[in-house]
């Protein structure tokens, strides 16, 4: 079996969060490095793998795949080691309620506002929007709060076992907590900054660490 095929870059979050679950696994990959910060994202190649232009695009034995999601759970399925699903069906439903918060809310307050006004913009030449990030603050703390309440006792977002869900936010968190924004907001969550501790800690997080600029 042929390992499978990551196409896109290294810095970005949902990259990361299938390196993470093949790091997870043990298993070997190879990452084709896609500039999207010079357009690489909307090449005729790559919108033929992936038609919205995002990343990563996927692909294992002749199978294509794209969304995040998608293919963190086809890896699960495939791949031996650890399991990093539930196999309980309320675990099931938490871990794939954690990674909607973080698709649908998290992400685009925390990555696509404050991190790129905060951090990517001065790396490429440009000026931080003050106003971006004020009107993102908001979806920002209740993301951290909806992430802290479902969080609970638990070890881990969707249990006592390293599930997915875990991988989806750890990336997101990564960049967040290194903006002041982050800094301030993550403490008034003590269960999530536990968390953060643990999973930041993890061999995979390290190996898988970006490098900006």
Known sequence: MAPPIIYGPALSTYVRTVRLVLDEKAAAYELVEIDILKGG????EYLARHPFGRVPAFEHDGFALYETSAITRYLDAVLPG???TPADPRGAARMQQVIAVVDSYAYGAMISAVVI???????????TDEAVIAAAMPTAEISLRALE?????????AGDSLSL????LAPVLAYFTATPEGQRLLPACPRLTRWWAAVSALPSMAKTQPQLG
């Open 82 to 84: 650890v399991a990093l």
């Open 117 to 127: 006004q905060r951090v990517v913009m001065p790396m490429v030449g440009g000026v």
């Open 41 to 44: 994202n909307k090449t005729p």
């Open 149 to 157: 309440d479902l969080l609970g006792e638990h070890a881990w977002l």
């Open 165 to 168: 869900a875990d991988l989806h």
